[in-house]
């Protein structure tokens, strides 16, 4: 029988989540998929002010601008519907997971492609200090209190990537005591897999290359919707970069090509990197390739584990003490260095090709996918279970 499997959405949706979220294996796989998107309703700023630089219109895609559009919606889902909730919990939301407890919908979370920062805490002290410089943070820290105050209906399942990912995922409350656990992986495997099923080489003629990890730094628009202060400034970022760019063509004669942010609009800004090439959508491919990744504190990390590429972990004291914390945490997790390119003597590590493999399979293993989980894509595993739990 065909799963109907609805998508609720809190970021505006683009052809990237229509492939990172599976729609086509799923509907490939028989099953009716349809897409919420609360954006309008619950970050109404955030959906005003950032438009994706890759927007997809699809069947069965609906944009929910208020809470009337919203009970309309909620009262479609049928009860033998199967809702992936990609929501946070919070008092904005509270009345959509009320809804799907009352009316015994079943529904569940994804907690995969955790990252190295999830597995620290910040200390006490360390907190109240940041609310202290921070007065931003004293209004988020009242939220965060009337959000302790409402409790999540127990979530029918939970999809988990990583050893992590299953800590997390109890942690917050998305797996807890009878919810089903669907052992998978992050995202970023499911594109390994594709990837090594195609006989792509776009770039294996470049072979002699550095590829860069770009984070949309100074216009991400995740700041826009948490409305904080970018980590980095914009001026004095690219012009770091770019100089430390110039060390590493000269000095490693590797010419560096920048991956794009998948949410960036270079179109729009302009090329910040001295008109270096700027490539959008194709990062595990350029990092497959290169002979050494740069990077901050990016996700795609896991593409370099997968590749087993060499990484040079890249901060500044110009950035946030946040941001700078962050990379280190992260440069930690693969036993890496971090070289701080607001040193103008700064020199380059002299093992700077060398790769722990050790290390890379213990952060695989935590991070991004546990050996004896299923090699295949996440939503085939997750249509497989759909079947298994399909109601008449």
Request: glycine share 4%; net charge positive; proline share 5%.
């Amino acid at each position: 029988m065909m799963a109907e499997i609805i998508f609720f959405l809190e970021n505006t949706f683009n052809k990237r989540d229509f492939h990172r979220f599976g729609i086509q294996t799923l509907i490939n796989h028989g099953n009716n998929v349809f897409v919420y998107d609360f954006t309008p309703l619950l970050y109404s700023d955030y959906f005003a002010k950032h438009i994706p630089p890759d927007p997809i219109n699809i069947n069965n895609y609906h944009l929910i601008y208020n809470k009337k559009e919203a009970s309309i919606f909620l009262r479609k889902v049928k009860h033998n519907s199967i809702v992936i909730s990609m929501l946070s919990f919070n008092s904005s939301s509270y009345f959509i997971f009320k809804h799907l407890s009352i009316n015994h919908i079943r529904f569940g979370f994804v907690v995969v492609g955790t990252i190295p920062s999830q597995a620290f805490s910040k200390p006490l002290i360390k907190k109240i200090l940041n609310l202290a410089q921070n007065p931003k943070s004293i209004k988020k820290l009242i939220v965060k209190a009337k959000n302790s105050l409402i409790k999540l209906p127990k979530p029918y399942f939970c999809i988990t990537g990583g050893s992590m990912g299953e800590k997390v995922a109890k942690k917050i409350g998305y797996l807890k005591q009878n919810t089903i656990n669907i052992k998978a992986h992050a995202y970023d495997f499911d594109r390994f897999l594709e990837e090594e099923d195609l006989s792509n080489n776009e770039f294996e003629q470049f072979s002699d290359y550095a590829v860069m990890i770009d984070e949309y730094g100074p216009y991400h628009p995740d700041f826009i919707l948490s409305e904080m202060t970018p980590y980095v400034n914009k001026e004095s970022y690219y012009y770091q970069l770019n100089n430390f760019f110039n060390l590493i063509e000269i000095s490693l004669g590797l010419k560096v090509i920048i991956a794009a942010h998948p949410r960036s609009n270079y179109e729009k800004v302009g090329n910040p990197y001295n008109q270096r090439k700027v490539i959008r959508g194709k990062t595990i491919q350029l990092i497959k390739y290169s002979k050494l990744v740069l990077i901050h504190a990016s996700t795609a990390l896991n593409f370099v584990v997968l590749y087993q590429k060499p990484v040079l972990f890249i901060s500044s004291f110009d950035y946030s003490t946040y941001y700078q914390n962050m990379i280190l945490i992260f440069a930690k997790s693969l036993s890496s260095k971090v070289i701080e390119i607001s040193n103008p003597n700064q020199e380059l590590p002299k093992d700077i090709f060398f790769i722990d493999k050790n290390v890379y399979k213990n952060y695989k293993e935590i991070y991004i996918k546990e050996e004896g989980t299923p090699n295949k894509l996440l939503w085939e595993i997750f249509s497989d279970f759909c079947k298994e739990h399909t109601l008449p």
